[in-house]
T-cell receptor, first 112, second 113 residues
């Protein structure tokens, strides 16, 4: 089945220790998104790639970076995680602008 | 500043009855609205959408109603089934940026057998 895969499902890191979250897709979609969702809050878009074109949200902290080395993979790098970065991180893909987004199961990040 | 609001964090409904989930938005530029459903340990999945040129869209047991003047939409599930128990997210986007979908905080629906 075509799908969006996120690894790992649970990630524990220490305060200030860089961490990378991974997303891969078998849908061959052009657009890949990263969302941050804190407990009982709305998923918040951090950035997205349209093919190789990177689109950062204005209020995304500089601490968050992303890489998309090819169509299938997209990474979220948190350079110096703080306690406030503990959240569920959701990856999503879509065929194009405005098309339905398909979400992965998320990675729950804990910062100690 | 929440642009998409779901004021009921949770809702309980008896099996077979109607579930009504409500959503309000503040940005008049929004012209496309979506509902996503999320089970525990899974990502949200698309359920149904509506364009601002319509006031109703139906798909099986699911109907979304849009009241543009009130900036309000609702999702009706009839009849409700235990498998509908999930978190429902309302979301919106505008033609100026369809890639930027703004989500509400979600409503947790419990359908009691």
């Amino acid at each position: 089945d075509a799908m969006v895969i996120q690894n790992p499902r649970y990630q524990v890191t220490q305060f200030g220790k860089p961490v990378t979250l991974s997303c891969s897709q078998t849908l061959n979609h052009n657009v890949m998104y990263w969302y941050q969702q804190k407990s009982s809050q709305a998923p918040k878009l951090l950035f997205h790639y349209y093919d190789k074109d990177f689109n950062n949200e204005a209020d995304t902290p500089d601490n968050f970076q992303s890489r998309r080395p090819n169509t299938s993979f997209c990474f979220l790098d948190i350079r110096s995680p703080g306690l406030g970065d503990a959240a569920m991180y959701l990856c999503a893909t879509s065929r194009g602008s405005g098309d339905t987004q398909y979400f992965g199961p998320g990675t729950r990040l804990t910062v100690l | 500043d929440q642009q998409v609001k779901q004021n009921s964090p949770s809702l309980s409904v008896q099996e077979g009855r109607i579930s009504i989930l409500n959503c309000d938005y503040t940005n008049s530029m929004f012209d496309y609205f979506l509902w996503y459903k999320k089970y525990p340990a899974e990502g949200p999945t698309f359920l149904i959408s509506i364009s601002s040129i319509k006031d109703k869209n139906e798909d099986g047991r699911f109907t979304v109603f849009l009241n543009k003047s009130a900036k309000h939409l609702s999702l009706h599930i009839v009849p409700s089934q235990p498998g509908d128990s999930a978190v429902y997210f309302c979301a919106a986007s505008s033609k100026t940026s369809y890639d930027k979908v703004i989500f509400g905080p979600g409503t947790s629906l419990s359908v009691i057998p």
